[in-house]
């Protein structure tokens, strides 16, 4: 299939208003630059000129979030998020994130708060409800088509679960769970082994996006990805499982 083109801006500036011109899709990133993310999304409205690509625009909204079965739980976990962020700011460089143990102990200046006071105060934190909630009110005051849910927390389960926390709020039970298959694959793959689900079947099919209210699929073509990402696989023993391959990708439309 042909590779879809966006255009990624931060601000009204240049990245705008050619995605504008172009008649090609917006991601306006909120996650990094929350002030001016309005003006990045006007600014690419008033520039658009329709193509063969784009009727009309069509804007996604990155956006930090953390889900936990407890507001006060997701906001421990999303605790490290500001170490993070001051590390990259003060020109440290990317620290390894946190723990939540680590965030506690730190003791903040108010310049290191100052630093990082956009970021931490505009992420979503809390449970599915309540993030589902404030990801609808950043759709309705940008107008977004889609929101990119980026998830970073110090273990990798709970970021897994933030994900399907989420998506079951959305009405998207199906999601986790091929979510959680997906990144299955692609730890199998990485170790050269052969994933294999809970009923012994090969477990190969693409993770996908929580977009705004529906997943939208974003590895490319199931069966490529079969191909390309489990590369230690007999192709043999490939072409024998393919139909179940198949029938797992179809689950997870």
């Known amino acids: 299939a042909d590779a879809e083109i966006w255009i990624l801006g931060s601000s009204a500036g240049q990245s705008a208003r050619v995605a504008g011109a172009q008649g090609l899709p917006f991601a ?16 690419y409205r008033s520039a658009f000129r329709p193509s063969s690509v784009l009727s009309r625009p069509h804007v996604l909204v990155s956006a930090d979030v953390v889900v936990a079965p407890t507001d006060a739980e997701a906001r421990e976990l999303a605790a490290p998020y500001g170490l993070w962020v001051r590390s990259i700011r003060s020109g440290q460089g990317a620290m390894k994130f946190a723990s939540p143990a680590t965030a506690v102990a730190y003791s903040w200046s108010d310049e290191d708060r100052a630093l990082v006071s956009d970021r931490t105060s505009t992420q979503f934190a809390g449970s599915a409800a309540t993030v589902a909630k404030q990801l609808r009110v950043l759709q309705d005051a940008t107008g977004a088509d889609e929101l990119l849910v980026t998830t970073i927390t110090h273990s990798h389960a709970d970021r897994v679960r933030s994900q399907e926390l989420l998506a079951r709020e959305w009405g998207l039970a199906n999601l986790g769970r091929c979510f959680r298959r997906g990144v299955r694959l692609l730890r199998h793959a990485a170790e050269g082994e052969r994933p294999v689900d809970e009923s012994g079947h090969d477990d190969a099919h693409r993770p996908a996006q929580v977009a705004a209210g529906h997943a939208r699929e974003v590895a490319g073509d199931r069966a490529d990805v079969g191909r390309d990402v489990v590369g230690g696989v007999d192709p043999h023993h490939r072409r024998d499982h393919r139909s179940e391959e198949r029938r797992v990708g179809e689950e997870c439309r």
């Open 28 to 43: 306006a990133n909120y996650h990094v630059s929350p002030a001016t993310v309005r003006a990045a999304v006007s600014a």
